[in-house]
């Protein structure tokens, strides 16, 4: 029951990045396709009600967030490292699945609203800006949101012209699957990301170079065979809270867990399971998957006692 399950969709960017995360650790893998919007009827039993992608499951342990759930896989694959030169990976994480990641996000959204599916529109559109978000505005300022991002790949693409490999030096790592989900994204879901692109040719040669290494080995499963596995094992997380704790959190009590950003995201709630500085694990009940241990990052995601 130890298999690695992801749950995730094909187009979904911050998906690809822990598809690459697989790849470059080399792991075989069970694939589980869920729907791009909501409802997500054989995922949020799962999670108690998160509803991101992509999400891991390992027997009944779940892991939600993708840099959670890269962290998972370096602690428990830990060769070839995901950090084989050193460097501050979650640093740098902030930098890419925030600032940039938003970014890039205005830009695709903005570009390609006239052509995107009304429901998906809006359900993104209202997941990462807010229930207010216009279309409109974002297309207006186009050239702006363009230049951002432009000059952000400038940086990737000086650190490469110098000759490394990757980004993380002569071997891929986690600063790769960091910054190639977003290059991957532009060019393949705004019509002008190959022009753009095209720009820099020391990150065109590294893209080749990462799309190169592949996603692992995976193999296709079904939602509910997935569900079967969480019902048929118990947690296998850790149970403690490590001392110091800011919030002074302790075994069993009640908490909600949501991402701290907009508000516009379900609360998870669950007792507490285990909590350190970077991770916090609550178990939470469902009657379709029975009782599972649900991992979040402490960065980046607000914890409440109740």
């Known amino acids: 029951m130890d298999q690695i399950i992801v749950h995730h969709y094909p187009q979904s960017p911050v ?85 940039l990641f938003n970014t890039v996000i205005r830009l695709v959204l903005g570009a390609g ?66 910054a190639y989900y977003l290059v991957w994204f532009v060019r393949g879901r705004w019509d002008g990301g190959p022009g753009l692109l095209a720009q820099f040719p020391a990150l065109e040669t590294w893209e080749q170079r990462v799309a190169a290494i592949g996603h692992g080995t995976p193999t296709d499963m079904d939602a509910a065979e997935a569900l079967d596995v969480a019902v048929a094992t118990e947690p296998a997380a850790p149970e403690g809270v490590a001392p110091g704790d800011p919030q002074a959190l302790a075994p069993g009590a009640t908490v909600t867990v949501v991402p701290d950003e907009d508000g516009v995201d379900p609360l998870v709630t669950g007792t507490v399971r285990f909590a350190d500085r970077e991770t916090i694990a609550i178990l939470y009940e469902e009657p379709r998957v029975g009782r599972v241990c649900v991992h979040f990052p402490r960065i980046g995601y607000r914890v409440t006692v109740q």
């Open 113 to 178: 609203a006239a052509n995107l599916p009304e429901a998906f529109a809006k359900d993104r559109g209202r997941l990462y800006f807010g229930p207010n978000w216009n279309a409109e505005l974002h297309q207006v300022d186009l050239p702006h949101i363009t230049a951002q991002v432009r000059g952000q790949f400038g940086w990737f693409d000086q650190q490469l012209a110098q000759g490394r490999c990757f980004l993380s030096g002569e071997a891929p790592g986690l600063a790769d699957a960091l």
């Open 15 to 99: 998906a690809e990045k822990l598809r690459v995360g697989l790849g470059i650790k080399g792991l075989a893998w069970r694939s589980v396709q869920i729907p791009r919007i909501p409802p997500k009827p054989d995922l949020t039993p799962l999670t108690g009600g998160y509803r991101r992608t992509p999400v891991m499951q390992i027997g009944a342990d779940v892991y939600c967030d993708s840099l959670c759930i890269l962290c998972e896989l370096e602690q428990r694959y830990p060769e070839p490292s995901f950090s084989p030169d050193g460097g501050l990976d979650g640093g740098l994480a902030r930098w890419t699945d925030d600032r």
